[in-house]
């Protein structure tokens, strides 16, 4: 669950005081336990230990690792724009200004990273006349964040809602924010009871508050193997403790009795004089660490399976693998790859289509933009030179240059061969 499915479409106070508990309640638990994984905070439940026996809490964390491996090979490389027709180069630039102003390319990793972790992640489009830049977006963090839905079967969201705190003359309270497809509408209050205090018309021509799912669920990478991460964690701590357990060990006499001064002499020297009869031996409890390792491991391999990222430390990745052979191993990441640039191109879209209203340029031109996200993967000079090789007079200059991990911007590369292939001539003479 997502988002809140309200009967009621009405923005009053007492609807937005009752979509913020049912979001308190239903949704934010999930938000906050899969924010905690990711920062390692994640609670390790473990049996009581005997007081004074070693109980360790150790959390590995791969959550992280999921959440960083699959944001970086989606997100690493920043997405290019282009657009079709030459006449319409000056929206481009102008459009490609706008985003430089905001620093997409940072924006778009951190949305991408909410939409690893939370399953979810917002933005907030706005036009500020204020500034050099005339529309701004800003991240939304997805705990502070929800939409609204109305009840029908097409489950048609009508409304976006921001929450924070602060603290007004020592009083602790609570703003709200509701964008609809028309207004802004501001609430404050305390607890979760609201007062409207402002409505101001946005002019965005849509929900300025735009979502996007990091898949069809709306989970987060690693959301389907927290039981695992919790059983790694678990089988390495108890380890831990058997571990110390062993240099703790307990030294036992039979057939005597050793005395304090005894003891000491035993601890300085190294030695024991034992009586007649006597025998000392160490008692420690019996570790099976090849048992533990497998287990381990096995834990490791259906996280890495279940996840679809590839496990970074497997010896393959540091050999000259074969195309195909990389190719198969890094199949599972490029499904949440597919799956994350079709739902975040959506979203992307959706912006230029704000940008464009804004700036006075009709909306329809979006159609006209191409955006394109790039897998960042290591560039491999010997294999792009093959792909050159094989498919040259088979498929279009564009199409093998998109292909290439050496380059980024197909259109633009495409253009500056152009231009060189045109100077050529010119050069002779």
């Known amino acids: 669950m997502y988002k809140i499915i309200a009967d009621d479409k009405t923005i009053s106070a007492k609807n937005v005081s009752e979509w913020l508990i049912e979001y308190k309640n239903s949704i934010l638990p999930t938000r906050q336990m899969l924010g905690n994984y990711y920062d390692g905070k994640n609670q390790i439940i ?11 809490s ?57 939409m690893a972790t939370y399953g979810i992640a917002y933005q907030l489009v706005y036009a500020d006349k204020s500034e050099n830049c005339p ?82 669920d709306a989970y987060g990478d690693f959301q389907m193997v927290v039981d695992l991460l919790d059983s790694l964690n678990l089988m390495i701590s108890n380890n831990t403790d058997d571990l110390q357990s062993i240099s703790n060990a307990i030294l036992a006499v ?4 050793l005395g304090e001064e005894e003891i000491k002499q035993i601890n300085q020297y190294k030695v024991a004089n034992l009586p007649m009869g006597a025998n000392m031996q160490w008692i420690i409890k019996n570790s099976n660490i090849d048992g533990v390792l497998g287990q381990i491991k096995h834990l490791l391999d259906f996280i890495f399976q279940i996840s679809m990222v590839p496990d970074l430390s497997d010896d393959a990745f540091a050999g000259n693998l074969s195309g195909v052979a990389m190719q198969f191993k890094m199949w599972g990441i490029d499904q949440l790859w597919s799956s994350k640039i079709r739902k975040y191109k959506t979203c992307l879209y959706k912006r230029l289509r704000m940008v464009l209203r804004v700036l006075g340029i009709d909306e329809r031109y979006a159609n006209e933009f191409q955006i394109n996200f790039y897998r960042n993967l290591p560039e491999n000079m010997a294999q792009d030179y093959e792909i050159a090789r094989n498919l040259s007079g088979v498929l279009s200059l564009k199409t093998i240059l ?10 633009a590369e495409y253009k500056a061969i152009q231009e060189e292939t045109e100077q050529k001539p010119k050069q002779i003479s």
């Open 46 to 56: 473990k049996q009581n230990a005997v007081e004074g026996r070693p109980n360790y």
């Open 58 to 114: 150790i959390n590995v964390n791969m959550a992280k690792y999921i959440t960083d491996v699959a944001t970086g090979y989606t997100f690493g490389k920043p997405a290019s724009y282009s657009i079709l027709h030459q006449n319409l180069k000056n929206i481009l630039n102008t459009v490609l200004d706008i985003n430089k102003h905001n620093y997409t390319d940072e924006l778009d990793y951190h949305l991408g990273g909410d």
């Open 135 to 216: 529309i701004k977006f800003k991240r939304l963090m997805p705990e502070r964040t929800f939409m609204v839905s109305d009840n029908s079967i097409e489950e048609n969201i009508f409304c976006a809602v921001y929450f924070h705190d602060y603290i007004e003359n020592k009083n602790h309270k609570t703003r709200v924010y509701v964008w609809d497809e028309c207004n802004v509408y501001i609430f404050d209050g305390y607890s979760n009871s609201f007062v409207l205090t402002s409505k101001k018309a946005h002019y965005m021509g849509q929900i300025p508050v735009l979502q996007s799912l990091n898949n069809d």
């Open 254 to 257: 039979t057939g005597g009795k």
């Open 402 to 411: 998109k292909n290439l991990s050496i380059v980024e911007d197909a259109e």
